[in-house]
Nanobody
Framework: VQLQASGGGLVQAGDSLRLSCTAS????????AAWFRQAPGKEREFVAA???????SYGDSVKGRYTISRDNTENTVYLQMNSLKPEDTGVYFC???????????????????WGRGTLVTVSS
């Protein structure tokens, strides 16, 4: 499956953005999908994930502000980001686990395919 992330940009603190992760080649509905982010000089950090049955999990730093969802008709997973903070700045990547897996894992190495990231910059 090929993934393409989009929707990043430059916003001010308190603003909202919605990221999209669109798949091609296979139906995204068959995968656990996740968003991670990476700030300069830091490791890739778990942000949110969603299972095939739409169970979700969030990183502590985004809980209550971000919402992950999926639209199987659009073959897309979304990340709605509200109340953005400067510390949310980074490159956001979407990834999927192997299709046989149905549980969320919070480590990047557990995800088999990645798309190119989209940059989110939040100014104070």
């Amino acid at each position: 499956v090929q993934l393409q992330a989009s929707g990043g940009g430059l916003v001010q603190a308190g603003d909202s953005l919605r990221l999209s992760c669109t798949a091609s080649g296979r139906a995204l509905s068959g995968y656990v999908a996740a968003w991670f982010r990476q700030a300069p000089g830091k490791e890739r950090e778990f942000v949110a994930a969603i299972t095939q049955s739409r169970s979700t999990s969030y990183g502590d730093s985004v809980k209550g502000r971000y919402t992950i969802s999926r639209d199987n008709t659009e073959n897309t997973v979304y990340l709605q980001m509200n109340s953005l903070k400067p510390e949310d700045t980074g490159v956001y990547f979407c990834g999927v686990r192997n299709p046989a897996v149905t549980v969320i894992h919070r480590t990047a190495r557990s995800y088999a395919s990645w798309g190119r990231g989209t940059l989110v910059t939040v100014s104070s």
